[in-house]
């Protein structure tokens, strides 16, 4: 059985990669604020973060490579990053989520703890990329839906 964050995990970078889709291509480099991100550069950012949390954890889970080439641009490498560290994270034995892992930059963490990181780190971006969407006129996917 996979670790039971995997699913919240799943749908919050489901949820981010579905905001970051709503913008037009034409509107990437907007730029909402002052010392703030274009839009196409906080996609980019994403993708990088998420390349660089969960190359260990697929390191540990003996997931070699990346099954894609992104050179469609950085919505199609965060859809395909989305992607991978689900497949990772869900293949993660149970043993292996509080072992420590190193990562460039000389930090050290469990795999439960990057997985926490990285979901503050996409709501973090997804709130941005929120209120972006908010100031060009567009309104953002909803998070949660009736059923």
Known sequence: MAHPIVEYMETALHATLEVAGAFP???????PAP??????EQIEHLAENLEYMIGPIAAMAGITGLP???????LSRLEH?????????????E???????????????????????M??????????LIVALRLLGIEPPKRWKEE
């Open 81 to 93: 990053l989305t992607a991978h560290a689900g497949d990772v994270l869900a293949h993660l034995p």
């Open 68 to 74: 894609y080439e992104h050179t469609d641009g950085p």
């Open 119 to 128: 979901l503050e780190h996409d709501a973090h971006h997804r709130g941005q």
């Open 35 to 40: 010392k703030m991100m274009a839009v196409g």
């Open 95 to 117: 043993d292996a989520w509080q072992q420590d892992l190193s990562y460039p930059g000389d930090f050290v963490m469990t795999p439960h703890r990057a997985t926490l990181v």
């Open 25 to 31: 291509a034409d509107k990437h480099d907007f730029w």
